[in-house]
Nanobody, 125 residues
Framework: QVQLVESGGGSVQAGGSLRLSCAAS????????MAWFRQAPGKEREGVAA????????YYHDSVKGRFTISLDSAKNTVYLQMNSLQPEDTAMYYC??????????????????WGQGTQVTVSS
């Protein structure tokens, strides 16, 4: 079982930036992919960004391309989400997620078995 702990959420004005962090446990076989999801009130949870830990290939939801960057520090077992040019529609609870390669054939922005507790991001206009 992998444990994921998010941090870095908060409140910011439109146009501002935040960086989220996700510290993962040392069981690397469970996290071939790591991702960030978000869920706004009344909406379904959606995949925002993902990274393949072996090789570093990244994937982004169209709504955040060019604004958000996912990255991995393997030495620290930590995944980051740098969020720039934040907009009110980015307001949501953000969750870190991890999955092994064998878990699913679905794309990297969906279907993860391991989740963190979430961190709130609020963007005011």
């Amino acid at each position: 079982q992998v444990q994921l702990v998010e941090s870095g959420g908060g409140s910011v004005q439109a146009g501002g930036s935040l960086r989220l962090s996700c510290a993962a446990s040392r069981y690397t076989y469970t996290r071939d992919y790591m991702a960030w999801f978000r869920q706004a009130p009344g909406k379904e949870r959606e995949g925002v960004a993902a990274i393949k830990t072996g090789g570093g290939t990244t994937y982004y939801h169209d709504s955040v391309k060019g604004r958000f960057t996912i990255s991995l520090d393997s030495a620290k077992n930590t995944v980051y989400l740098q969020m720039n040019s934040l907009q009110p529609e980015d307001t949501a609870m953000y969750y870190c997620a991890a999955r092994p390669t064998w878990y699913t054939n679905r794309g990297p922005l969906s279907d993860y078995p391991y989740w963190g507790q979430g961190t709130q991001v609020t963007v005011s206009s």
